[in-house]
């Protein structure tokens, strides 16, 4: 491990990246054998390094992470001698110079005051010399200037003393910085140039921004250009890029002091500073260059354009006094926001905003998740939103987004995009977004069939609804958030064994939906409940909901809804004693289904239809579309579904193959097996109930009585689940049928 750090070293400190990601990538094979040792922390620090050198910020976090939960103070000490410098030092300060990037400032300025606590208890100089030098490489990425004069004179000392080649090159700099003023940039550019005789790469990119800096105040703009240029010619040929969008932003202000009068080019580093921040995730490098980019937008009095790159660059950013140009962007944000031409543009964005995601909202649910109308009205959305950078907006967007990937049944892109909105309305305080987010996880989950979770995000986002803000909600995301909520952990309070919870919260989905009289809003509760009774077996009662929701889905011109409510009417009419009427409805309703782009859930009405195809067409038909629904199982990520069609398909072999019930059997406790796993209790009685009827048939009484106590426990009779009631009877009944035959 020692021989694959030290290749690693030279190949980091000389910028080798793929000698680099080789080396760092065999030492994380060796620690892989023991996931936890000491020498696990100083691979995933490798790692990380490796990943901050091709500004791979988000991953270099992730590892630099790994490497110092690893790190133990007592039994790591030994391996500052092995591995060049101490493993905690070491850790901390890479992750800092990671999360100060990434806009984690106050947490990453602890982590240094951290490490220089831990830097003072040592005498290692091999921990000493770098420890020191990254505690003033973090002072220049934050360009506080002043902390670095004051340490630099002794930093110099030292490694002089300790004749440390590499480090001296980074001592004559920094004593050239401190000096800058009365002419110690000849040394800051004597430093640079010892580093390269040396062949090192190691922080190249930040000296050369400080340097430039230098070159710039010193009057000569042209040399400043020039080294910044030979930078990111290095960085394009090596592939280092931890500073690229610091280049392209000093390279900015660099181009702006040489000439004024034509800010084009500077304009156009700037955003390509940006842009690169961005695609890193480096949030503090892209306010610095937004900030340079209002500054110029401002002067030229285009301060709209001023207004939406800093309103892009600060939304989510966390207030810090750690970093002065936070404060900065606020104060000229702050100037902004008074001026008429902003407070013009700001509401007719919005305006404009507002009214193309109801036009995505309003096509998606009347022309489908599939039709190019919808797909056009969304991108549009989403251009408009990602260009306005504030996130309530942008979640507008993004739930038309994850709605129309739930319904289309791509459920981890539904994730994915739910749970990075539902992260950063956390981290900006949004109360009433981080309910919407919650809501579409809460469905997300319900689909997949993680059904504790679904209530988990369910009575969060009930938490954290906002009364005083209901319309507001309603006119921006299509329909209450309270309703859907409810009527989603009616649904899965059912799934859990709550019955009669999801009785009552499906009713009071209904009262709140109605008491609004929104009457979009009122399609939620009443698909639920029709569901809801369709899995209770009341066709009566789940044929009247979904003559409402028809109604409703009619007058308002919801395609979407109106196939649901038709396939839950042709399997109530068939159901009710009209099979071929039941049997034709439910079909041409899956058509409509899947040619508006829903896929979720098309297994289980697959599964409906085949219930009343065993009338209409025989066992045989409906055997076969069942088996042609699992097929996919394992492809299509919804799963809520799986215990149903596999106690249906128990049914149906029973039904066509009954005097060779083994494979119903095993039908039946795959249901259980998997309704087990999901926390589904209802469907898991439903199945243990099929299961034990099957075993009574058969005279295995012993396996009757095994199967059915586990699948009772908890339940207690009520009308809302009439299964446990003649569960529990048929326990009685075999009990005493078992009785007899013992006797």
């Known amino acids: 491990m020692a021989a694959d750090y030290g290749l690693w070293v030279g190949s980091y400190v000389r910028g ?100 220089q606590t831990r830097i003072a208890d040592l005498t290692h100089v091999g921990t000493l010399a770098p420890g020191r030098m990254h505690t003033a490489m973090f002072a220049l990425m934050r360009r506080d200037y002043v902390r670095v004069a004051q340490n630099a004179v002794e930093f110099a000392r030292f490694v002089r003393e300790h004749d440390l080649a590499m480090f001296d090159a980074f001592g004559v700099f920094l004593e050239g910085l401190a000096t800058a003023a009365s002419g110690g940039l000849s040394d800051m550019r004597r430093g640079v140039e010892l580093l390269r005789k040396q062949n090192v790469l190691w922080f190249e990119g930040l000296l050369k921004i400080v340097l430039a800096g230098a070159e ?26 931890a500073f690229e969008a610091e280049l392209h932003r000093a390279r900015g202000d660099a181009l702006l002091m040489r000439d004024p009068a034509n800010s084009a080019p500077a304009e156009d580093a700037f955003l390509t500073a940006i842009a690169v921040a961005k695609q890193q995730g480096t949030r503090s490098f892209e306010l610095r260059a937004a900030l340079s980019l209002a500054k110029l937008y401002h002067s030229a009095s285009r301060l709209v354009d001023a207004y939406a790159v800093l309103t892009a660059a600060l939304e989510g950013f966390s207030a810090t006094s750690q970093m002065l140009e ?33 036009l995505a909202h309003a096509e998606m649910w009347s022309k489908g998740f599939a039709a190019e109308e919808t797909a056009t009205a969304l991108a549009r959305a989403v251009a408009l939103t990602s260009k306005a950078g504030e996130f309530s907006e942008r979640l507008a967007a993004a739930h038309v987004q994850w709605t129309m990937a739930i319904a289309r049944g791509e459920l981890s892109m539904a994730r994915e995009l739910a749970s990075a909105m539902l992260r950063e309305a956390e981290d900006t305080g949004h109360r009433m977004e981080t309910s919407v987010a919650r809501r579409g996880l809460a469905l997300i989950y319900y689909f997949s069939g993680a059904f504790l979770e679904a209530r988990s995000q369910c009575q969060r986002a009930l938490a954290d609804c906002d009364p005083e803000r209901d319309q507001e ?15 989603t952990l009616a649904l899965t309070a059912w799934n859990l064994g709550e019955v009669d919870r999801a009785r009552e919260s499906i009713d009071e989905a209904t009262r709140r939906a109605t008491k609004l009289g929104h009457r979009v809003s009122e399609a939620n509760p009443l698909s639920a409940r029709s569901i809801l009774e369709l899995l209770r077996g009341d066709a009566t009662a789940a044929l009247s909901a979904a003559e409402r929701l028809e109604t409703l889905s009619r007058e308002q011109g919801m395609a979407f809804w109106l196939a649901g409510s038709e396939m839950v009417s042709g399997w109530a ?55 042609e629904a699992l097929t996919d199982a394992d492809q299509v990520e919804y799963r809520w579904d799986l215990a149903f069609i596999h106690r249906l398909h128990g049914n149906l072999l029973l039904k066509r193959y009954p005097n060779n019930p083994a494979a119903a059997e095993r039908a039946f406790q795959t249901a259980i097996a998997i309704a087990r796993e999901q926390g589904a209790r209802s469907f ?15 005279n295995r009484l012993v396996d009757a009585q095994a199967v059915l106590p586990p699948a009772l426990e908890g339940f207690s009779p009520t009308p809302e689940m009439p299964e446990i009631a003649e569960a529990q009877a048929l326990l009685v009944a075999i009990e005493a049928g078992a009785h007899v035959r013992h006797e």
């Not at 000569?220 to 030979?230: M, N």
């Not at 909600?473 to 009527?487: A, H, L, N, P, W």
């Not at 039941?582 to 409906?608: D, K, N």
């Open 16 to 115: 080798d990246l793929p000698s680099m990601r080789t080396h760092a990538a065999a030492f994380l094979r060796d620690a892989e054998a023991r996931p936890d040792s000491p020498e696990a922390s100083v691979a995933q620090r490798a790692a990380g390094n490796t990943c901050w050198f091709a500004g791979e910020y988000r991953e270099a976090r992730d590892h630099c992470e790994r490497a110092l939960a690893l790190f133990q103070p007592g039994r790591d000490e030994d391996l500052a001698f092995r591995f060049g410098w101490d493993p905690g030092v070491a850790a901390m300060a890479n992750l800092a110079t990671a999360l100060w990037a990434l806009g984690e400032v106050d947490r990453a300025t602890s982590l240094i005051d951290r490490m």
């Open 216 to 241: 710039a105040q010193a009057g000569d703009s042209d040399r400043a250009v020039a080294i910044l240029d030979e930078a990111l010619a290095t960085a394009d040929r090596l592939g280092y890029r």
């Open 326 to 358: 936070f404060a900065e962007a606020e104060a000229l944000l702050a100037v902004l926001v008074e001026t008429d031409e902003v407070v013009v543009a700001i509401a007719q964005r919005k305006r404009r905003i507002h009214l193309q995601t109801t």
């Open 473 to 487: 909600v309603r006119e921006r995301f299509g329909d209450d958030i309270g309703t859907v909520v409810m009527s």
């Open 573 to 627: 009419r068939g159901r009710l004693g009209d099979p071929v009427f039941g049997e034709a409805q439910l079909r041409r309703a899956l058509t409509s289904y899947a040619e508006q782009g829903a896929r979720v859930s098309a297994r289980f009405f697959q599964g409906l239809l085949a219930e009343i195809e065993t009338e209409t067409l025989g066992v045989e038909s409906a055997l076969a579309r069942v088996e």
């Open 684 to 698: 898991g009685l439903q199945a243990a109930l099929k299961l034990a009827k099957l075993y009574q048939s058969t």
